[in-house]
């Protein structure tokens, strides 16, 4: 789909706001501590490129993204700076990594060895960081394993290693404790590896938002900055600081308005009658673009909160217009984001969702086109 496609639903991107949460991340953390601006899964939504470019132009000094194809689209566009791969890379995906200078994690002795022969074939080395499990139990070499790896992966003609790094499993939680405990094993894994791989030689990151915003210790060499540079909170119980600002609004325009008369269903099933004659509205959003069926959702029109009806179809969804009689076709619809004195958050429409805002914002499909606003 093109890039300048236009629909009467879309989301607009605030492309200040991203700037100036980025800039008050780097406040938070310091001038030597380097920011991982993480736009993977198309910058969770808000698009991955004209994201990238303003987190670099306000001071993120890397990108973080989840696949090689994510990072490769970055380098197509023109983007130069150091960009890790989070996830796994396989041994065929690594020929194009390599050869477009995308740093790889590594956790794996037999990956190791490919990354380094398929380098040596280029002339060229892999960078990688070292990726320890130091309690999450996801991707990672287990922290009494590192040194031994660290040993044999160092000695890999073609390979350098430039980082070494660990995740958090809940550093979103009020209670740092588990984090604290996570960190240590994290120090006492870099201090183990100190004579294969001297500080001087590698950078060490564990922080994701919420433990750099939350956690001083844990800022390392680095933050990977998600979800707060999107003004989103990581979590009810550690919100970004005051002035942090979400920089993504979902909006639509009403399709059609009319009024029903009474003991009319409302969408597929029926689910919903009238029980008096009543207005409604069609929106051109559904399940299709993100907006999720069987949740009691609510809009902005008009300046007020009102109830979607019925079931969300495919493609479009039915809005009560009760409350609103000078509603009209082509008035806006908030789906997210503030109308009047009215505001809907991301964190409102995930608790409806029964989820985190992390997965409405990236679960906006492709087939809604971005706008950019504010271009700094
Ligand atoms: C996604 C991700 C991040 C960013 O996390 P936020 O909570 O969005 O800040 C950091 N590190 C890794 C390894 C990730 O996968």
Redesign the pocket.
Known sequence: MSATFSRPVYCEIDLAAIASNLRLARQIVGERTQIMA?V?ANA?GHGALEVARTALAAGAEWL?V?FVEEGLALRQAGISAPILV?GWTPAEDAPRAIAGDLHLALYDIGLARAYAGLARQQGRQAQVHLKIDTGMGRLGVLAGEAAEFARVVAGLEGLAIRGV?T?FSTA?SADSGYTLQQLGVFLETLAALETILPRSQRIAHAA???A?LALPPARLDMV?????MYGLH?SDEVRCPPGFEPALAWKAALAQVKTLPAGHPVSYGNTYVTRQEEKIGVIPVGYADGFRRGAANEVLIGGKRLPVIGRVCMDQSMVSLSGLPQAAMGDEVVLIGRQGEQAITAEEMARRWGTIN?EVTSGIMARVPRRYTNRP
């Not at 990977?224 to 707060?228: F, P, S, T, V, Y």
């Open positions: 993480v993977k969770y973080g989840a989070l790094f995740h979103d994701n938002s919420a750099a990977r900055l998600g979800i707060a990581p992390y």
